[in-house]
Every structure is written in structure tokens, then in C-alpha cells.
């Protein structure tokens, strides 16, 4: 078999699926997973509020060069498939982007309507760059423009409507085995979650896989429906090029 090692970098906006899909890939026995790595550099730069930002910044590393490092260099515990979740919108505009050339990667999306109400709760009054969706687009034309290829983009209602079919799809786009254990894992904490697990990942801390897709029925506030019209036309033209 090749051993070469696999360094795959998953970008999500906020709200999605990110960590259900990181249980998915963290329950192979091959793959080592990292929970938003450049998450504490974000936070430092931004000021922003987030829920434990104090906590965050002091336990994990702030510098992004040395994240990038430790991202780029060898995989982890020894294993073959370096799994690496990652928010769009932690990628900032002074960061350099050379290092995602030693990356594959792979785009996760959700309907606007859904992230923006579930945001909210939140972060009240998010901007357009809040939602990851025009880093997507700028990471998936940097990738375009390396290899000819845009990296593959799915979407979170697709994986739970069909989470077997999609993870096929998705594993044979990035050249890696299928492995069933991605279809369900053990309920609980991770050491590998980050600090910040006990304020957002409840939810999936009882998870044992996927859950089926229910549509939600909520409504955008008035004063977001222009971050609602931007999203939505970034986020249909990357829905067009979404595996199914």
C-alpha cells in the first residue's frame, strides 16, 4: 500500500456539521483529526467574544506560523491520514497561503437560512466574512488555480440524508479508502476536541453518528436579509459543484 501521508483540510463555515463529520473521520483506525487549529489565533486578532476566548487563547497555540508548521509537518501518532477541521472564516487576510498547497482539501456547506438562525443565537448581527462562505471561495480558487481542479464541496444535507453514499463520494474524490467505521463512533468527549467542546459540542458528545436531516423552519431577521442575499449567491455557486 502507499504510504504516503494524506493531510486533508476540511473548511466549514460556523454551524454546520464540522464536528459530527470530525468524529466521522476521527473513528478510523488510520486517521489523526484536529479540532479548528487555527482557532486561538482568530480569536487573539479578532477581540471577538466567543464563549471561553480567554480559556481558548491560553490552551491552545496563537501563533499560526507554528500552527502551519505542526499542520504541514508529519502526521501525528504515527498515522497515514492527517484529518484537519477547519473554520473558512479563521483563515485572515495577513495570513499567507502557500502552505495550502500541502494540503488537499475539501468544502462542507449549509443552506444560508439554516446557518444564519442557528448563528444568531450566537453571534447576533454576523457579517458576510462571519459565515466562512467567502473564504470557501477563495481557498477552492486557490486550489483551482494549482491544480486544475476545483477540491470537492458537500453539503450538510446531503451527508445526512445519505452519510454512506456522500463519505464514498467524498473518500474517492480525495483518493483514500472508504472505511465504514465513519458511520458511526463512540459516544463522548475526545482528547482531541478542542477546549472550547464544552461550550458548543453537546449535542454531539451524545452523537453515535449522523442524524437525519430535518429542515428547519425559522426565519432570517429582517436586518440580515442582505447577508442573507450574499450568502445565498456565494453559497449556490458552490452548491453547483457539490458532489451527489
Not at 25 to 42: I, K, M, S
Not at 98 to 126: D, F, Q, Y
Request: charged share 25%; hydrophobic share 40%.
Amino acid at each position: 500500500m502507499d504510504m504516503e501521508p494524506f493531510r486533508i483540510a476540511m473548511w466549514s463555515g460556523p454551524r454546520n456539521i464540522s464536528t459530527a463529520m470530525m468524529r466521522a473521520w476521527g473513528n478510523r483506525p488510520d486517521t489523526f483529526v484536529c479540532d479548528e487549529p487555527l482557532y486561538a489565533h482568530y480569536l487573539l486578532m479578532t477581540g471577538l467574544p466567543h464563549p471561553g476566548r480567554d480559556e481558548v487563547i491560553q490552551h491552545h497555540e496563537t501563533d499560526w506560523r507554528k500552527v502551519v508548521a505542526w499542520l504541514t509537518g508529519p502526521v501525528p501518532d504515527g498515522r497515514r491520514i492527517f484529518y484537519q477541521k477547519h473554520m473558512a472564516h479563521h483563515l485572515l487576510p495577513h495570513m499567507d497561503r502557500a502552505w495550502l498547497a500541502g494540503l488537499r482539501h475539501c468544502m462542507l456547506i449549509r443552506h444560508p437560512a439554516e446557518m444564519l438562525t442557528s448563528l444568531i443565537k450566537v453571534t447576533p448581527n454576523p457579517r458576510l466574512e462571519d459565515t466562512g462562505l467567502p473564504q470557501q471561495v477563495e481557498i477552492l480558487e486557490l486550489v483551482r488555480e494549482r491544480t486544475g481542479q476545483p477540491p470537492p464541496v458537500i453539503d450538510a444535507k446531503d451527508v445526512l440524508t445519505d452519510p454512506r453514499r456522500m463519505l464514498e463520494l467524498l473518500c474517492n474524490v480525495l483518493a483514500v479508502e472508504y472505511c465504514d467505521a465513519m458511520l458511526s463512533w463512540p459516544p463522548g468527549r475526545r482528547e482531541t476536541d478542542g477546549i472550547w467542546a464544552k461550550h458548543w459540542y453537546a449535542a454531539v458528545e451524545r452523537s453515535t453518528g449522523f442524524e437525519l436531516y430535518r429542515p428547519k423552519h425559522e426565519m432570517v431577521p429582517s436586518h440580515l436579509h442582505s447577508v442573507l442575499a450574499e450568502c445565498e449567491r456565494i453559497y449556490e455557486q458552490l452548491f453547483a459543484m457539490r458532489l451527489r
